[in-house]
């Protein structure tokens, strides 16, 4: 579960935290803003001056990218749902979105998707090798 949210850029920037359509906080001209969430599941809405700033965003101190993350960049806003269990969909969306390359690129057979995506990786035979040695 989410409980903090880092923002930082290399120009000093004001940003105002909205939960649920409410104002939390407001942190003014920083390089760095950090936010707690009380709460989660929840709608986040983070107003920036100047616009057109997008800043680097880490949530729990893990940086997270705009797309996986479901992050939607306006000129003047962040906007994004927080969930109960956002580090599995993040990782999930990562998955998904290697799968998606690898797809395009003609890549997509079984042996490609385990050595770049790393699904599917049983490796039964492996296992009992291993078990046979530590015995």
């Known amino acids: 579960m989410v409980k903090q949210i880092s ?41 920036i001056w100047p616009w057109r700033i997008k800043p680097h965003i880490r949530l729990d101190g893990h940086l ?27 990782f999930n969306n990562i998955i998904e979105a290697k799968r998606q390359y690898l797809s395009r690129t003609g890549q997509n057979i079984p042996d490609n998707m385990e050595s770049y995506v790393g699904v599917n990786s049983a490796y039964p035979e492996i296992i009992e090798q291993i078990k046979d040695i530590i015995k």
């Open 64 to 90: 997270v990218n705009y797309g996986l993350a479901g992050i939607k960049p306006w000129d003047h806003m962040l906007e994004f749902e927080l969930h109960e269990d956002h580090e599995q969909r993040y």
């Open 7 to 47: 923002l930082n850029n290399k120009t000093a920037f004001t940003c105002q935290l909205f939960v649920d359509g409410t104002a939390v906080a407001i942190s003014k001209d920083k390089i760095q803003h950090n936010f707690k969430i009380d709460s989660v599941p929840c709608s986040v809405q983070i107003k």
